[in-house]
Structure formats: structure tokens, C-alpha cells
């Protein structure tokens, strides 16, 4: 256990290499066939778990340290705990299947399908940050979300550690050529990923997306609530004036990002008039992120579609508000460990369903989709309007609170992904940055820098055809999961089966009823 333990570390540490930030991808690989190594021919599922719970310390303590930035090492510590449980649980499943000793490539990387999908579903409906598929935002293999997106990059990227931690047994055991077997399927999984067509093809459309910055990183990014929104409005303005003195391109449809006017426009008269002088200073369409003062006491995360003339023409309210960030469930409970709840003054209320904006253009109606901040990160939140006739993906996000971490990296790798998942163009906009224009190949035409002032405004490609991905929805998922369970329901009467013939052995012994006794004390 001391060297199986050591290498689930290390493997964790892999994993946490791979993500955005340090973004060495095929450590993700390494990090995979780690754990597969080190779980195999475990008999005892209690140190399967142990194994897990390493790994995931190892990986989720260092990528999620923003979580902790301005609110210390509690919710930070608390949340990567919680998250390396799951994979405690993997690790369960990874020695059950591998009681033999021999990695189960397959099965193995379908129980990691499973465990990301109950990680993304529960508590609280799930935190589905830092799967597996996220780290693999610059690799090759990102381009196969298009058939059974996130789920189905995780799968492949699993099956490839699987394989090469089967090579290395059979290496162990000197069966050089066996070993090669699994090291070159793992290689042939890579390369067809590299040609896997991602169309880029269709309509385009000039978009403005606006990050206006804040006057300080922090909890406090809000304290100066009129600065933030007269900083988006300003620049708004001067995109405008740009286009009509010829210095720039003349935007279509102009985007604002979450949290760009906490000052509730519809309550608030100033507010609304700053929001609807630069929205007809651009002359175009603009949706602009609010917080409103609705349902009271509770508030609204929401994105507001203006038309040209500065109407309120549709509204979207986040569906997924985060558990602990804008919302606090059992807050007296929690209370008793932390005041940092009370910081939550009041909870956001979700939203009930996707929506699909109508954004009248010069060029016609585009269909768009807003899904705000953590929401791109949960599969059915983005793959649903998609589905419902999105052409275009907009993902408006605030990054003040995690500083100059690797939170808004993260999150704009999850934005790549998406982008090829759905086939659809994104138009990834923070207040501070990192914002990005992505391509529905996931490959970014614009990107700005952390806590800069910056108007991003290129063409967008507007795509109608669905991905594969976007028309099985959760099917793989589903099957992997269960492909999974069944495995180790198998695998589970094995294990019964093969300890019932050594107890009735032990019991036929002379005086082995005395020496079980003694086992057990």
C-alpha cells in the first residue's frame, strides 16, 4: 500500500497538470493509467477507496485553489475533499473490476463516465469542473466531442491511460510484444482523432463583446456597481464610434458579461437609462448580464435582450445558480462551521427553463442561446437550446472573484469544448477576462488578457446542422454508466463467489475455527 499510495499521488498530481493553467494534456493519460496501476490486484475495497481519495486530493486541492482565494482555505479544502470522494468511489470500482490483477481497460474507463457523471449531478446538482474531457481543450482528442461529446472524450482519454497501464504490466511481466498491443491502439485512438472533421462552414455574423473591467479584483469587485456598468456602457460606446468613424468593424449584436449591471435597470431608472443610451449608441441589438431584485427577498442572475431602440425584448434566468457562491442551502447548518455563508446575502433563484433569444439583426434573426458562467460546464444546460434551434452559443461569466487564478482558463477550455461539441461558434465574454471568440472547431479568433479593458469584435460562424453529439444526448453517457454497473455487478458476485469455497476450506481444517476467531479479533 505505501508504493500504490505514492503512485495514486502522483497520479493525481497528473491530473491536475493536465488541466488549464499547467494544460500538459497527455498527462492526463499518465494520470488515468496511474490510478488503473495502482488499484489493480487490490483485494481489499476500503484501500481501493484510499487509493481514490488520494488521487482525487492530489488533483482537485491544486485545480481548484481559486475557490479559496478570497474566502480562505475552507470552502476550498471542503469542496476538494467532497470531490475526491467520487473518485474514492472509483477506486472502489477500479479493485472490484481488478481484483485479478489485470487492468480492465474498458470497463475501467466506463466506470470513470459513471463517476463523472454522478460527480456532475450530485450534491446540490453536481460540480462538474475538472473532468476529464476539460483538460483536453489543446489535444487532439477534444475533436471527438463532436459524436458523444464531454462524456465521450472522458471515455477515450480513459481508454488510453487504461491501455497504456495494461502495457506496462505486461512490460512488468516481460511480455514485450503483448505490450505493444495496447500502446498502439492507444496511439490509433489519437491519430483518427486528428483529422476527425470539425465543420466550420456557415452565415456570418459580426459580433462586439464587451469586457469592461472592474476597479479591483475580489468579493468586492461589486462595491463600485455603478463603475462596472458605466465601464461596459462607455466602451460600448466607444465601439460605436469606432465602427462609425471607419476604425473598426460595425457589429450585428453586442454582448455584455454576467454581473456587468448589478444595479437592478428594471428598479433602477439611472441604471436603465445608462444601459439604454449606449445600447442606442451602438444602434444594434445588446444583451446585457443584470442581477434583479426578483422574486424578493431572492434575486435573479439574468441575461437581458435589448432591441436597437433600447426595449427589453427577452430575459433568460440562470437555471443552475452555484451552491455556496450564489445560493446557500441548509445556511443554518452550515453556518455552524463557517460565516463565510453570510457573505450570500441573498440567494438567487433559478430559472426554470433554457432560452433562445430572437436577436433581430440587419442580416436577420439569430437564434442564441445565454448560458451563464458555471452553467457551460453541465452538459444538458448547453446541449438543450442547441437542440431548440440555437445558431450561436453566448456564455457571459464574471471572473472578479478568483483573481489572477486559473478559474477563467478553465472555464474558457470548457467553452472550447462546447464550441465542437454543438458545432456551434461561442462568444465566451467575462468582465475581466478571459474572454474569447471561439469558432465551432474550438479554435479562438480573439482573446483578451486578465482585468484589461477590451472589446473583442470579429465575424462569428452561424451553423444550423447538429452535432452527433447534440442528437443522442445523453445516450452514451447512459450506456457507459450502466456498461459500467454491470460490470461490477459481475465483478461483485465473482468476488462472493471465490470467498464462499475459502471459508468452507478454512472451516475443514482442524482448529480452524479457533485460528478464524483469532483472524477476526
Known amino acids: 500500500m505505501p508504493l500504490r499510495s505514492l503512485l495514486a499521488i502522483a497520479a493525481g498530481l497528473c491530473l491536475w497538470l493536465a488541466q488549464p493553467g499547467p494544460q500538459i494534456w497527455p498527462l492526463a493519460l499518465v494520470g488515468v493509467a496511474g490510478l488503473a496501476y495502482a488499484t489493480a490486484g487490490v483485494d481489499r475495497l476500503r484501500d ?14 491544486p485545480t481548484l485553489k481559486w475557490s479559496g482565494i478570497y474566502v480562505g482555505p475552507m470552502p476550498w479544502l471542503a469542496l476538494s475533499a467532497s470531490q475526491a470522494v467520487y473518485v474514492g468511489f ?13 487492468v480492465r481497460v474498458l470497463l475501467g474507463a466506463a466506470s470513470w463516465v459513471a463517476m463523472e457523471w454522478a460527480r456532475s449531478t450530485t450534491p446540490f446538482g453536481g460540480f462538474p469542473w475538472a473532468r476529464l474531457a476539460f483538460s483536453q481543450a489543446e489535444s487532439p ?13 472522458t471515455f477515450v ?33 489519437v491519430l483518427v482523432s486528428i483529422p476527425w ?21 475580489g468579493l468586492d469587485f461589486n462595491a463600485e456597481r455603478r463603475a462596472v456598468l458605466d465601464n461596459h456602457a462607455g466602451l460600448t460606446r466607444q465601439v460605436a464610434s469606432d465602427a462609425a468613424a ?24 439611472d441604471a436603465q437609462q445608462v444601459i439604454t443610451d449606449a445600447v442606442r ?13 426578483e422574486p424578493a427577498p431572492n434575486v435573479s442572475n439574468t441575461s437581458l435582450l435589448y432591441g436597437p431602440d433600447g426595449q427589453l425584448l427577452d430575459r433568460y434566468v440562470k437555471q443552475h445558480p452555484v451552491p455556496f457562491a450564489e445560493y446557500i442551502p441548509y445556511r443554518s447548518f452550515f453556518r455552524m462551521f463557517t460565516d463565510k455563508v453570510d457573505l450570500v446575502r441573498n440567494d438567487f433563484t433559478a430559472g426554470t427553463e433554457s432560452t433562445v433569444f430572437q436577436i433581430p439583426t440587419r442580416s436577420g434573426t439569430v437564434p442564441t442561446a445565454p448560458v451563464i458562467c458555471f452553467e457551460v460546464a453541465y452538459d444538458s444546460l448547453v446541449r438543450q437550446p442547441v437542440q431548440d434551434g440555437a445558431q450561436l452559443l453566448l456564455v457571459p461569466t464574471n471572473n472578479a ?37 471561439i469558432r465551432p472547431d474550438g479554435t479562438v479568433t480573439q482573446q483578451s488578457g486578465l482585468f484589461t479593458r477590451d472589446a473583442l469584435v470579429d465575424d462569428v460562424t452561424l451553423r444550423t446542422e447538429q452535432t452527433l453529439a447534440t442528437k443522442v444526448g445523453r445516450i452514451p453517457e447512459v450506456a457507459l454508466s450502466v456498461f459500467a454497473a454491470l460490470g461490477m455487478l459481475v465483478a461483485w458476485r465473482s468476488r462472493r463467489a471465490s470467498r464462499v469455497p475459502s471459508r468452507a476450506s478454512r472451516s475443514a481444517r482442524p482448529g480452524s475455527d479457533e485460528k478464524e476467531a483469532d483472524d477476526r479479533s
Open 246 to 269: 471607419g476604425r473598426g468593424p460595425s457589429p450585428d449584436v453586442v454582448f455584455w458579461p454576467e454581473n456587468s449591471s448589478d444595479i437592478d435597470p428594471l428598479r433602477n431608472p
Open 48 to 61: 481501493g477507496f484510499l487509493l481514490g481519495v488520494l488521487t482525487g486530493l492530489a488533483a482537485f486541492v
Open 197 to 217: 472533421p470539425t465543420p466550420t462552414d456557415g452565415k456570418p455574423l459580426t459580433v462586439a463583446a464587451i469586457q469592461g473591467n472592474v476597479p479591483a479584483p
Open 141 to 153: 482528442l477534444v475533436h471527438l466531442a463532436s459524436v458523444a461529446g464531454a462524456p465521450g472524450v
Open 157 to 189: 482519454v480513459a481508454v488510453i491511460g487504461g491501455a497504456l497501464a495494461l502495457a506496462a504490466q505486461r512490460w512488468q511481466a516481460r511480455r514485450w510484444g503483448a505490450g505493444l498491443v495496447p500502446v498502439a491502439a492507444a496511439g490509433a485512438l
Open 90 to 102: 472509483l477506486g472502489i470500482a477500479l479493485a472490484l473490476l481488478q481484483r485479478d490483477g489485470r
Open 281 to 293: 449608441a451602438a444602434g444594434v441589438p445588446t444583451v446585457v448580464g443584470a442581477v434583479l431584485q
Open 401 to 437: 472573484t478568483f483573481g489572477y487564478s486559473d478559474e477563467s482558463v478553465q472555464q474558457l477550455a470548457i467553452s472550447k469544448l462546447r464550441a465542437i461539441e454543438t458545432g456551434r461558434s461561442v462568444v465566451h465574454i467575462s468582465t475581466v477576462g478571459v474572454s474569447a471568440l
